[in-house]
């Protein structure tokens, strides 16, 4: 970042004196390939502001972008970005990343960079482009790829431009446009155009700007602008959503489309659900084999739900996730043969294969697209249009709808994970898209429990055993990471239970995680060697050594409109720490108990003495993931006197 203090100021003010003296020619750079030309301005950092651009990593002098519809299957995306870097920080939005497959071709894909005075130092060349196949970790087969350069100089600041040309064949995602990479990146000029015809319409809105907007008719054509200009910097806000949330953004989507030769509309949820279904048509025949699974189960169960329950662990325990996104296969599921013959398949043809499973048994279920993430970007509910990136089951079943997630091997049945809670999902039904919210968690589900006892020793040594309990959500994470975790990663993360240095884990038993429950549990043993430090007749004891919290975020930023997010759901977390004083030694002083409740969060925390030493219990609840940007203050308090409570010490003295 530029200090107050930056020298950049004098540097414009040397390089305006050096332009004056010295009038150099542009050479043609990818003229051919609709590269920078002669005609094109050179970007001396001299034509910016220094005000506009204070204290920024990088500027984007230019986002120039134009889709051109010719027909229901066919499209060209032209691009073109300048971008004037300031600081090492600032390289990252110098990359140019352009994904293409089976339906989209790169035609172009060029670059210059500039020094600060606005000179071609040099062009794009084949070692600056790295063409990467997604094929790698659980992506088995795709034909996606990535084309992706980035052209940096070791002397700042400098400028690059970057160009890049994709020809559609097939189509039914156009894309979003968001000129302001992050908010402290501040845009001089951008603009987006779409050219099409009466007979090709397209949807769009524009969200978090006001953006100017210009329609010209010309030889049957219509060509519409969105464009903004000056685009300053935004100040970065703590704890809050994703920059997408709140950035500039123009969202396009096709009213018709082919692809594929299969047609399709989006008017409505409604069209978009119909052509989503239509691909999983004639898809659920099972194989003889699995027919007979089906009825021994059957034959085996009580209710549906047990029909359900047992078909899914049955799956799990036979199948598992395996991406294959092949042409239209990255929407149209595999056959249930497919899966069963190979033992794998993708979240499409999981779900696709247990919905055949349950339909030959007579159970209704529907398949339902999620976005699905810990932090999934901004939904548009009223913009039908592909905002997905996974698929599930519903199945309704007494007086209730189950949601399956076909994809994991470690989740227990009937399990709605924080990557698909609380959101929009399409469901897929036989009468088109319905768009609904799949359940919410609340802190009562999501509990974290420790318990730990501390022996403590007249050195300031201690022994400690914590056994914890997680529910909920609280679960996701920890189950898959654990399946693939080493002895070296479990002793790491017994280590980072504890809020103590110098911890040594003796032993730590995970076999409580692993399983398929809805509540998992571990042990951990270990010495907290100088836990509590002496001085003279007195140990001073730390009172909180699990789940401490230090943190207190700082007062609102000035005209924050977005509410604060401290966690991906809403938690409970509740730790019992029972400490067995040495032989000889008496508890003189306790802090005193704490309680701060708001309509968002709580906090309390209670000491007492026992038999033979004390007890602390100390509970945080969040109630919401979000606290309104008016109750900052209130939650800043509780945050303060659990910080406060927490870095209190317990007074032991020597009788």
């Known amino acids: 970042m530029l200090s107050p203090g930056s020298t950049f100021p004098r540097a414009l003010a040397l390089l305006a004196v050096l332009l004056a003296t010295f009038a150099v020619p542009r050479p043609d750079v990818h003229a051919a390939a609709g590269g920078p030309t002669d005609a094109d301005p050179k970007y001396p950092v001299t034509e910016l502001d220094p005000a506009f651009v204070h204290g920024a990593d990088a500027v984007v002098r230019l986002d120039k972008r134009h889709l051109t519809l010719h027909s229901r299957e066919e499209a060209v995306y032209a691009v073109r970005r300048v971008i004037t870097v ?56 795709t034909d996606g790829r990535i084309l992706h350069a980035q052209l940096s100089h070791s002397t700042y600041p400098y400028t690059v431009e970057l160009e890049y040309k994709v020809d559609y064949e097939g189509y039914f995602v156009l894309p979003t446009w968001q000129p302001q990479p992050a908010p402290d990146v501040p845009v001089v000029a951008a603009e987006f155009k779409v050219s099409t015809r009466d007979d090709l319409p ?39 959503r994703g920059w997408s949330h709140r950035a500039p953004r123009l969202h396009l989507a096709p009213t018709r489309f082919t692809i594929e030769e299969r047609d399709g509309e989006s008017h ?67 056959s249930p043969d497919y899966v069963h013959e190979r033992g794998y398949g993708d979240c499409k043809a999981l779900t696709n294969y247990l919905w055949a499973m349950l339909e030959y048994a007579g159970i209704e279920a529907v398949p339902a697209l999620i976005d699905r993430g810990l932090t999934p970007g901004p939904f548009l509910e009223d913009f039908p249009s592909n905002q997905f990136n996974h698929v599930v089951l519903t199945v309704p079943v ?13 989740l227990p049945f009937d399990t709605v994970h924080p990557g698909i809670a609380d959101r929009p999902a399409l469901l897929l039904t036989s009468d088109g898209g319905k768009l609904v919210r799949t359940p919410a968690s609340t802190a009562g589900d999501n509990v974290i ?53 110098n911890v040594r884990i003796e032993s730590i038993d995970l076999q409580g995680v692993i399983a398929r429950a809805n509540r998992l549990t571990y042990t951990i043993n270990s010495r907290l060697p100088r836990f509590a430090s002496s001085m003279g007749s007195r140990l001073f004891v730390p009172l909180s050594p699990t789940g401490r919290s230090r943190m207190v975020p700082p007062v609102a930023e000035p005209d924050r409109d977005v509410p604060f997010v401290y966690h991906a ?84 003295v020597k009788e």
């Open 86 to 141: 300031f600081t090492p920080e600032g390289r990252e939005y110098s990359r140019m990343n352009v994904h293409y497959n089976s339906f989209k071709d790169i035609a172009t894909f060029d670059g210059v960079i500039r020094d600060a005075s606005g000179e071609i130092i040099r062009d794009m060349d084949d070692e600056d482009r790295h063409d990467v196949s997604l094929t790698g970790g659980s992506t088995m087969a």
């Open 202 to 240: 397209y949807r769009h809105t524009v969200r978090n700007a006001e953006m100017d907007v210009n329609t010209v008719v010309r030889d049957e054509e219509v060509h519409t602008t969105w464009s903004m200009q000056s685009v300053a910097s935004k100040p970065s806000l703590s704890h809050s």
């Open 268 to 334: 409505a949820w409604l069209d978009l659900g119909a052509w989503y279904r239509s691909l999983w048509a004639n898809r659920t025949v099972l194989p003889p084999e699995l027919k007979r699974k089906v009825d021994e189960v059957q034959a085996e169960s009580s209710s549906r739900r047990e029909t359900v329950r047992t078909l899914y662990t049955y799956m799990q325990d036979r199948t598992r996730y395996i991406s294959i996104q092949l042409g239209l296969g990255g929407w149209k599921p595999f």
């Open 398 to 410: 007494e007086e209730d709808t189950l949601w399956i997630e076909a994809t994991s091997q470690q």
């Open 449 to 501: 429990t420790r318990s730990t006892e501390i022996a403590l020793k007249p050195n300031g040594d201690a022994g400690a055993i914590t056994i914890a309990h997680h529910t909920g959500a609280t679960t996701y994470s920890l189950r898959h990471r654990a399946a693939t975790w080493t002895p070296e990663d479990a002793d790491d993360f017994a280590v980072r239970r504890y809020d103590v240095p």
């Open 569 to 652: 759901y809403p938690i409970t977390v509740v730790d019992t720490t029972t400490y067995r004083v040495p032989d000889g030694y008496a508890v003189e002083a306790l802090p005193d108990s704490v309680a701060q409740d708001t309509p968002f969060a709580s906090f309390s925390a209670h000491v007492e003495r026992t038999e033979d030493g004390f007890r602390q219990v100390r509970r945080m609840v969040y109630q919401q993931t979000e606290i309104p940007v008016e109750h900052h203050e209130t939650h800043r308090a509780l945050l303060k006197a659990q910080a406060r409570h927490d870095r209190a010490q317990v007074v032991l």
